[in-house]
């Protein structure tokens, strides 16, 4: 990994990628009040555990950040703990069920073959702008409901939510984590009215997309309020496009530096699942999570108090060497490859099987259609500075491929 590091100048913030590892799984960090866990059998406890774990971090985050007092977290549904979680998440699973995903293939074939051709035209091609960023929130933005002609504010809105340089910090002076706050809530209130616009008028005007089963839904015989409906189809309009965006252009970023893996998967275009898997693993797009404590627990060797935050580094516990022998080896044929990338338990994401798919046939169509795959050496590639999030924010590949 040192050599990719290097040779994309991958941003500090993103330590996991950097090695070595911590040198505990588990730890207390008094500069940011947090507690992480970094062992991949710890966060597996973690995330399989929702009674101790909560996923409802605003319950400890708002006597910290009174400003998001005004911030409703109905139906929010990562926000959300069971009983509650599991009735939610039942309203849109027939969305995402094997069949219907499937059955989006050659809608996601046309419109990669579209958004190529478009590129062929302009004479360049930068993967994120190009390809990756379109292709699936104009997928999800379809099954929503919205125009796919906003995605441009979506952007703005999602890049504005989530690409913050900053560690998070719970000991920082106030009046800088309420700036914080307020840089976040700007735009989650503009995406909020907009989308509110819509949901407003599927009562009206219903129509065959996910918005509008969203705000016929019933619960324990009660249709959703217009705040749970607004910020369900929040999470459904961002996760359902940034993980696929990430994992596009980190899969593509691995087979420029690893030529011969290129090579292989030309050859044997079956083994694509297995390598956007791995990709997944030794990239983990969204990098870390955040759950509350219910109660004092036990966990690597260190008492966690009830009532605080701890972040579960995903990107971390998927280069385990306990979990996975040479964990830093771009390896496609790593059998088992159990990450962690897409979550476990009740919250293991929804639109995983969609995620999967994208990038398979994305993927394949590229392969077809440029070789090699290579980034253009007189273009840096840019990664995205969070430090939650693993992904390239740019990068230029060579058209017309020599």
């Keep these: 990994m040192a050599d990719i590091v290097e040779r994309y100048d991958i941003p500090r913030q993103l330590f996991w990628l950097h090695g070595p590892g911590p040198d505990r799984p588990v730890e207390f960090d008094s500069a940011t009040g947090l507690w992480n866990v970094y062992g991949y059998p710890e966060l597996h406890q973690v995330l399989g555990d929702p009674t101790t774990f909560s996923s409802d971090t605003i319950r400890v985050t708002r006597k910290l950040f009174p400003e998001t007092n005004e911030l409703s977290m109905e139906g929010f549904i990562t926000q959300i703990d069971p009983p509650e979680h599991g009735k939610l998440r039942k309203l849109v699973s027939s969305a995402f069920t094997r069949k219907v995903v499937a059955d989006l293939e050659p809608r996601i074939a046309a419109l990669t073959h579209e958004l190529l051709d478009a590129a062929a035209e302009r004479g360049r091609f930068e993967l994120v702008t190009d390809l990756a960023y379109p292709l699936p929130v104009i997928v999800i933005a379809e099954l929503l409901g919205v125009p796919s002609s906003d995605r441009a504010l979506f952007k703005q809105w999602a890049d504005a939510m989530f690409e913050r340089e900053g560690q998070i910090s719970l000991a920082e002076p106030s009046e800088d984590r309420g700036a914080a706050v307020q840089a976040v809530m700007k735009p989650w209130k503009e995406m909020s009215d907009y989308l509110a616009a819509h949901a407003a008028e599927r009562r009206t005007r219903p129509r065959a997309d996910l918005l509008t089963k969203l705000v016929e839904a019933e619960v324990d015989g009660e249709r959703l309020p217009d705040e749970q409906v607004v910020n369900f189809a929040i999470v459904l309009l961002l996760a359902g496009h940034i993980t696929t965006t990430m994992l596009l252009g980190n899969t593509v970023l691995c087979l420029d530096a690893f030529p011969e893996q290129q090579d292989r998967v030309r050859a044997d275009r079956s083994s694509v699942p297995a390598l956007i898997e791995e990709s997944l693993r030794l990239f983990t797009p969204f990098a870390a999570l955040a759950r509350a404590t ?109």
């Design 294 to 402: 219910t109660r004092e627990v036990e966990l690597g060797g260190e008492t966690i108090p009830a009532d605080r935050l701890v972040m579960c580094w995903m990107g971390q516990a998927n280069r385990d060497p306990r979990q996975f022998p040479d964990p830093g080896v771009f390896d496609p044929g790593r059998d088992p490859n159990p990450h962690l990338a897409f979550g476990r338990g009740i919250h293991f994401c929804l639109g995983a099987p969609l995620a999967r798919l994208e990038g398979r046939v994305a993927l394949d169509i590229l392969l077809d259609r440029l070789d090699p795959l290579r980034a253009d050496p007189d273009e840096p590639v840019q990664f995205i500075p969070t430090p939650t999030m693993t992904g390239v924010r740019r990068l230029p590949l060579l058209w017309p491929p020599s």
